[in-house]
């Protein structure tokens, strides 16, 4: 690992930016070799740390300091072949590696690959990304600003700051037509613009880093393995709506990430990046991290913004929007991590080519999460508009043990389940809308035909109810009955009336709830009975009939 | 014109129902002439028969008993009327609802009790878990608000069944604690 | 003195034509001109928190129903108070805020003088489809003067703001989350031993329903008092 | 243990220090509660009614504000933990490959349930919604580190080995 020390580097100008670019990688040809091994969190959780530190080791033994660097970088996302190590230049990568393979990996270098850790990159799973997110997870050293830069790190936001007025960078986000990627979608240049628009001295940007989605975690693995992207998309941000503070809210149940982060902010401060005078222009920017401590709604944004000014993560009514009146009243831009992380390359490469990637409507790549019934379960950035059956089979390489599909899970619990007869729609906003999902944040849960729709379906209610804040009396009370009446559906003890009840609950959370989290808890209902209707149905009584008991005993 | 056939009980209430029933005072004598009372605890009628036009049940589904009770009437009568808050939402007798039933039975029959402290095996029906409103074991056709509803209330209601009319809204002439 | 107010903006409320300045929600312009839409968070005094969710309203065009208490009006709007819908979904609110606590009015001190229960009769809520969920929320009889029975709360929060924002002692918050939220005094310690309270009654008085009330009443004897509350604002008003 | 919370004892307690130090580097601001309560967790383990007390002191919050706070995140514990925790996820994808099954075998095998201490305070049962580690569901965090692909097995060889350990002689602080 690169020693931290060394990061202590001053960037003023673009000439810094080139020469520690130069220097960074002057500084990796000194090395024949490079063994990289991931050290986001899936690989940790398999022992990655303890491979690192056996192979640093076994380097030194052999006294080959000189020739071969370790080093730690992030994710390179197939988690399920964990821990992954890739020696470069061949760019071999070897999976499921342990302490015991240590010698073997370093013999390799003189003696050929070793052919039984060999994980093979022609495979669809790599073939068939295409990576502008994620494009340094897995390569750089993310505890290395050195890194990032020499990856043309921070190259984007010296242009804005240099070249382009705020407006203009405004204008190619426009242009670019990213969306937001927490889930809703809202054009991002459009929430800038309004940001820009709003006449105050004190404005703010946010980083909504609060990945609540059970089963997504796109958002942990750029933190934990380019946080730099991240703070440079804010940076820009800031620059192009006039904020000079900056704040990430992220969970605090990703601690490598915070820490990540941290470490990043640091270094980007002690460069000359973040501070008084950014590149030695006018341009101040400062960035703080605050820490959620588990609230699913914090992800709204008038109850991320409460969470921050230390008070209960609770709604309000919107309008006002944030970006009128947000954070401590100021105008506030609140984008989420994948969405900053996309800034850079649209500045760096220009609007016209972000917009070439994807559908007419959605633009760019989008990052998945793949878990669930699926073979290769991990992280994926894959262009809009690509099918969910090339997502689930070919990419994700299918069902494990011949399992049969029976639904893919999106959106979390805001979302629905996606039956077979649409694996050849595009993914992209409005399709998922179309069948009654929803985009999300990224988390795409494969499901066999053993899983129990209902209690799918219940498995989410009991998230909303559980998560719910308890501000307005339908999400409160609303979730909890939904709840009951699922509960009665899974325990055979239901009858028709009740499951009309059900819908009209799930009609009147939609449309009468503060905020999204109670708005879209019923979907995951909704969808199921849309598609998996024989499910509820026949678990059914007649009405008021063989149930002994009216109620049970809690 | 054969009249219509009217029965009245209570399971788990107060019969505070039936004596605002009871307060309709004078018009009863023009629903007499309309009515027939088969079954009711006002008159001696030992069995519920087959078939009712008009059921008027007071109190909430408490026991074994309420319970069986009012599945047979529903099975045998034609619309069903909940009167009063414990017929209609459970009132009173639901407050239990929040102890298990031994410990219900230890403060009654235990902790309170002077001599022979034991719960009752025999005589006594089998509490539910939890007391209930008529609604969550049958159907319903009226709900009628009210701890008690006015007699006035009561006799809006029924002289708009003896019209042939399921009376609509009832929240005009009731609420619920009136 | 002369007041400078803000633009006239003209609008439709259920076909009626109405002006009204832009700094005004739709709630007070229709109530202005004569049409009641149904509130119960919302307290003339109190800041607005849109929780209850019973003044909700449409708008012609837009794509959500939203609360008109904190929803400002705009030229040309057209706004729907009372639609089927609207009923509909306002009954079904009524019916989950008595399934989620313990609104027995009979035994109620508040009985006859609750805004709850105004509104379930004026609504039509006839019964509750819902199953009750049996609260077992705190009951504390420690203060001197008043009672506090959280399982007839409904989670209004005026007594919060009315707390904080006017008495300014901030006693009042809300307990955890979700369905197990509650109305707490300082550390959830009882009522009696607060060292914050200064025993003045205005959360007693802007309650809703009979989950705060004075010590000694009856069923049906409470009977709660808000006038205060336009009168202290209109004396702060002119001391500013 | 926090418990004599006054400003004059925490003087000599190393661990208010650094509670007090985070409300310095935020300026004594309202906003600087949750921060505040992520320290006093960080050093003590949990949050009790002293350390509230503690803080509403010396942030302008009033004590139901506070305790409205911390008793709104779910993260924030106000009850001391065992010497160990064990947390299982529940998020979706553990949730489709079994974690309830784990919990399930957990309450039948040791009596525990989520929230949870074992008697001898060894063991603490936590859930967690998601801890983004769904490539390896069903997954499990042992005292801090995240393991995947979790097994009744391996929680039974965890659990064990922590219930087997000595019991700690009375040589901790208080």
Known sequence: MVKKTSQRISVASLDDLVNVAGASQEQEQQYRYHICICVAAGCISQNSDAVRDALIAEVEARGLEDEVQVKGVGCMGLCAAGPLVRVDPDGIVYQSVTVDDVPAILDSLENGPVEKLILPQDIPFFERQQKIVLENCGIIDPEAITEYIAAGGYLALHKALTEMTPSEVIDVVTRSGLRGRGGGGYPAGLKWVTVAKAESETKYVICNADEGDPGAFMDRSVLESDPHRVIEGMAIAGYAVGANKGYIYVRAEYPLAVERLELAIKQARWAGILGNGVFSTTFDFAIEVRLGAGAFVCGEETALIASIEGRRGVPRPRPPYPADYGLWGQPTLINNVETFANVAPIIRNGSDWFAEIGTEKSKGTKVFALAGQIVNTGLIEVPMGITLREIVFDIGGGLPDGRNYKAVQTGGPSGGCVPEQFLDMPVDYESLREVGSFMGSGGMIVMDDSSSMVEVARYFMEFSMTESCGKCIPCRTGTRQMYDLLSKVVAGEASQSELNLLVELGDLLQNTCLCGLGKAAPNPVVSTMQYFEDEYLERLVDDNGSADEPAGES | MSKVTLATTWLDGCSGCHMSLLDIDERLIDIADKIDVVYSPLVDMKEYPEQVDVAIVEGAVSSEEDLHKIRMIRSRTKILVALGDCAVAGNIPTMRNKFSREELLDVAYIKSATENPQHPSEVIPALLPKAVPLHEVVDIDVFVQGCPPSADTIFHTIAELLAGRIPADLTEHTRPGA | MAVVRSRIKTLKIDGQDVGAHEDETILEVARENGIMIPTLCQLDGLSLVGACRLCLVEVVGWRNLVPACTTYVEEGMEVITNSERLQKYRRMIIELLFAEGNHVCAVCVSNGNCELQWKAQKLGMDHVRFTNQNPDRRVDMTHEHFVVDANRCILCTRCVRVCDEIEGAHTWDIFGRGENSTIISDFNLPWGESPTCSSCGKCVNVCPTGALVEKGKAAGEMIKRTEFLAYLTKMREVKK | ?174
């Not at chain 4, 305790?67 to 925790?85: A, N």
């Not at chain 4, 040791?110 to 983004?132: A, E, F, M, N």
């Open chain 4, 1 to 174: 243990m926090p418990a004599q919370a006054t400003a004059e004892t925490s003087a000599a307690d190393k661990r208010w220090k650094l509670v007090e130090a985070t409300m310095r580097r935020n300026g004594y601001r309202p906003d600087a509660l949750i921060e505040t309560l992520h320290t006093v967790q960080g050093v003590f383990g949990y949050i009790d009614r002293e350390a509230l007390k503690f803080v509403a002191e010396r942030l302008p919050v009033s004590p139901s504000q506070i305790f409205g706070v911390v008793t709104f995140y779910h993260y924030f514990q106000m009850k001391p933990q065992g010497r160990h925790t064990c947390s299982v996820c529940t998020g979706t994808a553990c949730h489709i490959k079994g974690s309830k099954a784990l919990l399930d075998d957990i309450e039948a095998h040791y009596d525990l349930k989520d929230g949870q201490t074992t008697p001898d305070d060894k063991v603490s049962l936590l859930t967690v919604r998601c801890i983004g580690a769904c490539g390896l569901a069903p997954a499990a965090v042992f005292d801090g580190e995240v393991e995947g692909s979790v097994t009744p097995d391996l929680l039974h060889e965890r659990l064990d080995n922590w219930l087997a350990e000595e019991d700690e002689g009375n040589g901790e602080e208080n």
